[in-house]
């Protein structure tokens, strides 16, 4: 590296041009700032691009999530399952609606949550899995849902919405997964729900945002479920500004007490723009993750392996360093950083975190998560990084690599 001119690397930057710029700016002129007619077409397009009916926009994806959880009735008594490898949120939403947070172990070199430990951890008390695409890679579903059948038996509804699954209720949590597919499905078809996120550091970021789509299913009816997400995302409203804004329509009702995570037309304006040039994106961020997977792999590198079982969003590159433990691998980030180059790590396992430890989580019940969090080292994946950056980044890894075993 002593011959190398130092770079700059940034871990996640988002890719904003003009043509966001643009649109948010006619969202401003427009004097429309708030949920409308802007909202509503990202929301049909999202649909459109998922193979859905209908999407949700909402402020997150936690809020997604949580919001799914209320409406489908779970609560103080239930049980929801969710992957220990994960960020918080697709467990914080969990505690929220007053559920009890079951965590199932990775399967063994994997990130994704063991299937057959699914299973077993499914009880008469078990309302919803809340699976997670990490990294954009889509979870096994098909695996999921034998889960799911294989306890059908032991599946009580209590709410109306519940009976018409009359089983454990999917909810996937892809907030990484936006534009993924595995086995023909694309996510947001794959699971009965799927979350996205929207956030500065997604492929497709709204600044702050998320949405939920759901599969059709017998007796669900698409319009009257996701006027349901409106209403609760708006304080229990029953119209929003936009049905206010009619003639003589001021007059609404609080039907219940709702919460505040609604999607702006700011924010929309941005993702309908991110929207026309996403596919673009994806393709790029591929070019990446097959460039490092070709210098890296070949050094004994494990990686996520993205494009195995169909087409991953790309979103992270999660690689592992077999034989190092976490002391040598947060010497590596430091000495990455030194170089230039900002890298990550994703995830410490939520057993480790210190409100999990407060719930009685104890990460030695979670040795397959752990073994994976020790060594894995994300390395900046994003449509900002020129061929040049790539090549930087992968030659600053060997390096520094080097140095520290």
């Known amino acids: 590296m002593e011959n190398t001119k130092i770079r700059n690397i940034p871990f996640s930057p988002p890719d904003i041009t003009d043509a966001e710029i643009e649109e948010v700016a006619k969202a401003m002129k427009s004097g429309w700032i708030t949920t409308?007619?802007?909202t509503?077409?990202?929301?049909?397009?999202i649909a459109a691009y998922t193979g859905t009916s209908k999407a949700a926009a909402l402020s997150s994806a936690t809020a997604a999530m949580e919001l799914t959880l209320r409406i489908l009735g779970i609560g103080a008594g239930d049980e929801v399952i969710t992957s220990a490898y994960t960020y918080t949120a697709s467990a914080s939403v969990i505690n929220h609606v007053g559920a009890k947070i079951v965590l199932v172990d990775t399967a063994p070199e994997s990130f994704e949550m063991d299937y057959d430990k699914l299973a077993d951890a499914i009880t008469e008390k078990t309302k919803a899995i809340i699976p997670v695409d990490i990294a954009g890679k889509m979870c096994d579903y098909d695996k999921i849902f034998e889960a799911v059948e294989?306890?059908?038996?032991?599946?009580r509804a209590n709410s109306l919405l519940q009976e018409i699954f009359n089983r454990v209720i999917v909810v996937a949590d892809s907030a990484h997964g936006f534009g993924a597919e595995r086995q023909g499905k694309k996510s947001g078809v794959a699971a009965d729900f799927t979350c996205f996120s929207f956030h500065a550091v997604k492929n497709l970021t709204t600044a702050e945002g998320g949405a939920v789509v759901w599969r059709d299913?017998?007796?669900?009816?698409?319009?009257k479920l996701y006027n349901?997400?409106?209403?609760?995302?708006?304080?229990?409203?029953?119209?929003?500004?936009?049905?206010?804004?009619?003639?003589?329509?001021?007059?609404?009702?609080?039907?219940?007490?709702?919460y505040k995570c609604n999607m702006t037309d700011i924010m929309a304006a941005?993702?309908?723009?991110?929207?026309?040039?996403?596919?673009?994106?994806?393709?790029?961020?591929?070019?990446?993750?097959?460039?490092?997977?070709r210098a890296l792999l070949p050094l004994g590198v494990k990686s996520i392996r993205h494009y195995e079982d169909g087409r991953s969003s790309g979103?992270?590159?999660?690689?592992?360093?077999?034989?190092?433990?976490?002391?040598?691998?947060?010497?590596?980030?430091?000495?990455?950083?030194?170089?230039?180059?900002s890298a990550n790590v994703h995830y410490k396992p939520l057993p480790m975190m210190t409100a999990y430890?407060?719930?009685?989580?104890?990460?030695?019940?979670?040795?397959n998560a752990y073994n994976q969090y020790e060594n894995e080292i994300t390395l900046p994946l994003h449509t900002l990084l020129s061929d040049e950056d790539v090549g930087y980044v992968i030659e600053t890894f060997k390096t520094t690599l080097a140095d520290v075993l």
Not at 40 to 45: G, N, P, V
Not at 316 to 324: K, Q, V
Not at 357 to 367: H, Q, S, V
């Open 36 to 38: 409308g007619p802007r």
């Open 40 to 45: 509503k077409l990202f929301e049909q397009k």
């Open 150 to 155: 294989s306890k059908r038996e032991l599946f």
């Open 217 to 223: 299913v017998p007796d669900l009816e698409n319009d």
């Open 228 to 258: 349901q997400y409106m209403v609760y995302s708006l304080h229990g409203q029953s119209k929003d500004a936009l049905a206010k804004n009619k003639i003589g329509a001021w007059e609404y009702d609080i039907v219940h007490l709702g």
């Open 270 to 293: 941005f993702g309908l723009a991110q929207l026309e040039r996403y596919d673009g994106m994806l393709k790029r961020r591929r070019e990446i993750v097959e460039r490092y997977d």
């Open 315 to 341: 979103h992270l590159y999660l690689a592992r360093i077999p034989g190092i433990g976490e002391e040598q691998r947060n010497a590596l980030i430091v000495k990455m950083a030194e170089a230039g180059v």
């Open 357 to 367: 430890k407060e719930l009685g989580f104890d990460i030695g019940d979670y040795p």
